[in-house]
């Protein structure tokens, strides 16, 4: 049984003597990634762009061209005598509408290069690029168990009663 609370639905009866547990804005963790956007403006010729970071993969933000999220691993993907089955098939690949086998892999559409983003195509004048990414906050201090840690967080965490099931 639970009770409404940041949201949730409300019972129309709760039963006298049903257990109820604090699950209000004082119970949830001090904690909020922070998003920060970096935004370019193609010029029409270039497809690299400075990163104001180095990432260790691409899989640490996510880059949107005029709106549309770019893909960062490659797709295999049903192509019917499309552009992109042109562009990406193999030589003598055959068109299989009912079989993987009329897929072609496409490219991821963007990469990095230490810290130079580098697009698959070339975006058009006056385009924005927009980098997005989450940083997360840390829960312990570094080389400290959680147990061990002074954060914010983790006292929390620490300070919170624990009932084991009977």
Same mark, same amino acid.
Request: charged residues 25%; hydrophobic residues 35%.
């Given at each position: 049984?639970?009770?409404g609370t940041?949201?949730?639905?409300v019972n129309? /009866? %709760?039963?006298?003597g049903?257990?109820i547990y #604090?699950?209000? /804005?004082?119970?949830m963790?001090p *904690?909020k +990634?922070?998003?920060?956007?970096l935004?370019?403006?193609?010029?029409?010729i270039s497809?690299?762009y400075?990163l104001?970071? %180095?990432? #260790?993969s691409?899989?640490?933000?996510? /880059?949107y /061209?005029a709106g549309?999220? $770019?893909r960062?691993?490659?797709?295999e993907?049903?192509? $019917?005598n499309?552009?992109?089955?042109k562009q *990406?098939a193999k030589?003598g690949?055959?068109v299989a509408?009912?079989?993987?086998e !009329?897929? %072609?892999?496409?490219p991821?559409?963007?990469a990095v +290069? !230490? #810290?130079?983003l580098? $697009?698959l195509?070339?975006p058009?004048k #006056?385009?924005?690029?927009?980098?997005?990414?989450?940083? !997360?906050?840390?829960?312990?201090?570094?080389g400290k168990?959680? !147990?061990e840690?002074?954060?914010l967080?983790?006292?929390?965490?620490?300070s919170?009663? %624990?009932d084991?099931p009977r």
């Amino acid at each position: 049984m639970r009770r409404g609370t940041l949201g949730t639905g409300v019972n129309a /009866v %709760v039963p006298a003597g049903t257990e109820i547990y #604090n699950g209000s /804005v004082t119970m949830m963790l001090p *904690y909020k +990634d922070e998003t920060k956007t970096l935004t370019h403006i193609a010029d029409g010729i270039s497809n690299e762009y400075e990163l104001d970071f %180095v990432p #260790n993969s691409v899989n640490e933000f996510e /880059v949107y /061209v005029a709106g549309i999220r $770019l893909r960062k691993t490659p797709l295999e993907s049903y192509q $019917l005598n499309s552009d992109l089955r042109k562009q *990406y098939a193999k030589d003598g690949q055959l068109v299989a509408q009912d079989s993987p086998e !009329g897929d %072609v892999t496409l490219p991821p559409e963007f990469a990095v +290069d !230490g #810290n130079k983003l580098i $697009l698959l195509h070339t975006p058009e004048k #006056n385009q924005h690029i927009h980098i997005i990414r989450k940083l !997360g906050a840390p829960w312990t201090e570094k080389g400290k168990a959680l !147990g061990e840690s002074e954060t914010l967080i983790a006292r929390m965490i620490k300070s919170a009663q %624990v009932d084991l099931p009977r």
